[in-house]
Every structure is written in C-alpha cells, then in structure tokens.
C-alpha cells in the first residue's frame, strides 16, 4: 500500500512514471514542501515489505520453510534485495530528502542488531540464516542511508554469493541428517561431510567478514562509509551488527561440523556426502564466495579493477556516494586503514573466541538449558510474533467474528432470507383459497363481483 501511495503521488506530482523523466523534472519541485519526503517515504514502506526490515521482517524467517533451494534463491538474490534496488534507483530523489534518509539509515540500522540478537539464540539451520539474512538487509539499508548507493549494492551482490552458498550447504547438511534442522542434534559433521564443510567455512568466514572474503570487501565500504557520512556513533552501531555476524556464524559453524555427533544411530549411518549435482553448485558459490570481493576493492589496497562495480552501476545510480544530498565524502587513506584493521581485527578475534567457547572449552556445545532470561528472550525472538498475535491477530479475528455474526448472518442473511420468508409466508396465506371448496370458491366470487361493482359505480 505504501508503494502504491507512493507511486500515485509521484505521477500527481510529477505526471510520469519513468525514471528519466521524473529525475529530470526534480528541478520544478521545491524539496522544503515535503512532497519529496512523503514520496521517499512512501516508497521505503514499501521497501521495507519488500527486504523484510522493522516491523514488516516477519515473513522472511517463516518464509524459510520451503524447500532450500527456493530458500537460497528468496534470500540471496531475488525479492529480498528488490527493496534495496528500489531505493538506489530512486537515489536523486532521497539525495533531496534528508529527513528520508535519516529515516532509511536508522531502520536499517535497528533491524540489523536487532535481527542479528535474534540470530544468535536460533537452533534451526535455516533460521539461523534466515535471521541473518534479515540483518544483512538492514546494513544495505544503512548504506543507503548513508548515501553510498554504489555500496549498499555491492553488498547485495557479495552477499547474493555467500547467503546461495551458506542455504544450498544447509540443505547439504539437512539432506545428510535425513532431514534434521536442530544443530543441537548435529556435530562432527566435518568427517562425513569433507566438502560441505569446507564450503560452508568459507561462506561463514565471508559473511563475517574474513580478510579478502568477499564478505570483508563489501562489508568494510559500508564501515568506512558509514563513518564518513555519519560519524562514530553511526559507525559503532553498524560495526555492531556487523560483527554480531560473526558471533552467530561462528556458532553456526562450530556447533554443526565439530565435536561429537549428537543426533541418532540412525543419522549416523545415514551420514554421507551428497551427489555431484549438490556439491558442484556449493563449489562454485565457493569460489564466487573468494574472488567475488574484488569486483569493487577499495582503492587502497591496489587489488583488482578499482571500483569496477562503481562504473557498471554508473547508468543507474549515477557516479555518486552522496549523504544528505551533500557533496561526496572520501576518507583518508590512513583512516580507512584504520577502520578496516579495528573490523577485521575484532572479527578474527571474535571468530577465535567462539572456537575456544565452542569447540575447545565444551564437549557439548549448546548449554540452552542454562540460559539466562535475556537469552530466553532472544530465543523466543523479543517475542514478537506474539506482541503482533495479541496487537493485530486476536483482535482481527474478533473483528471478523463480529462482523460475520451482524453483518453476514443478521444483516446480509437476515435481509435475504426474511424476503424468502415473506413471500412464503404471502403464498401460504393464498394457499387457503385454494382449499378445494366450491362453496368457498362461489363465496369469494360473489364477494368479488360485489367489490368490482361498488369500485365501478361509486
């Protein structure tokens, strides 16, 4: 609905909807009269649905329940990252509208902690990555925010490589387990599972980050540019969720493919690497997953095309990182240097510290028994589903129960029905003239000649 708004105050505003028209005639529209902003607006509500961010998520982790493929597909590079594109395209439209932008960044920005907390008490594979893909959204958000269109889009494409990859190897590892999703249930799966493994290591290391993953590329631009355009504080919360990435995946990781198997007799003998057909694709990805970060390396490390990226999405989003519509914003190579070595750092180290916690400290990994009441409420999802049952659900179906009562049955019913009866009721009375009486029948024709005569002579 939002969307449609939009749209229909674009035409009104602009008598067009074609991109190059509508971007050519901004100069006639004054930005003070808000009308840019509630058509900025109005178009990220509908990115919102669209790329799942606060309070319209949802549907993104139930949407993981489908069969995998499809689910690598949803998440990695199809209607997810429609909502992103959306608002790049529209980028000299938000670049009038502060406000809107400010908007963008700080939705993005709470959905991406508040998905990647989600994330870490999930037990579900899929859910796992279902929650990530959810936060992943919102640090495109941000960028978008932050004005850096040309980086939020080449995360969509980093991310597009690795999230295939991470699904399509959980699909590996459910197909191995017989169809078990519970990583509690999991563990040592690195032996039977030689290169589903080795794959999902590196998917894992390059949605968290690792040095010269894919991962680290784009995930480091968003970083630098969040800190150009909008400060420490931006860039602490970002870096946040960013590296919230790690700690999941880590767990992820380390609980499915190490330590002892903890899932059946049966699943054990079960346990084998899957076919060609799954295996191929998983290495592909793989690879995509290593050299995928160098489309658009940042230009102080002199590695690859610089900003190649930059120049292929020139047509459509224009040679621009702007923020606020201002001037473009570039950093000094020494503190980029800096922001890349504080991100990395902590995301290696974050990895480390999970190895030890999960791999080395604990025989059995997973101590969800003993979880404290913020966990319970991570594990319960900020029990959101529940707020949304009791706020909109419960009350809808009451609604509807009401009008179904008045409405459809006394109103609609009532009116449809008591004309049926009426004229029932009008035949059963004319019925008993026709009683089969003669004497009757002579009665009411007399009676009737008499009614006919006074009507014609008085």
Known sequence: LGLLLGIFLIFKTFGTLTYAEIFSRLATVNPDTGTITAICLLLFIGAMGKSAQIPLYTWLPDAM?????VSALIHAATMVTAGIYLVARCHPLYSLSPDALNVVAFIGLTTSIFAALIGLRQNDIKKVLA?????????????LGMGAYVTAMFHVTTHAFFKALLFLGAGSVIHAMGGEQDIRKMGGLR???PITFWVFLIGSFSISGFPLLAGFF???EIFANTFAAGGNWWWAFAAVGGLLTAVYMSRLLFVTFFGQFRGTEAQAKHLHESPLVMTVPLMILAVLSVIGGFLNAPHILHI?????MAGFLEPVVGNVNLHHGG????LASSTEW???SISTSLAVAIILVCYYFYVVKRSVPVADEAQGRFATILSNKFYVDEIYDFLIVKPAEKLSQLLYYYADIQAIDGLVNGV????RGLGAQFRKIQNGNIEYYLLAMVAGAVLLFLTLHL
């Open 304 to 308: 690859g095309p610089p900003q190649w």
């Open 338 to 340: 800096t922001l890349m």
């Open 131 to 143: 929650y990530s893909t959810v936060s992943q959204l919102g640090l495109m958000f941000v960028a």
């Open 191 to 193: 032996k039977a599972l």
């Open 218 to 220: 784009s995930k480091d």
């Open 420 to 423: 049926g009866k009426g004229v």
């Open 327 to 330: 001037a473009a914003h570039h």
């Open 65 to 69: 329940a489908g069969p995998t493929p």
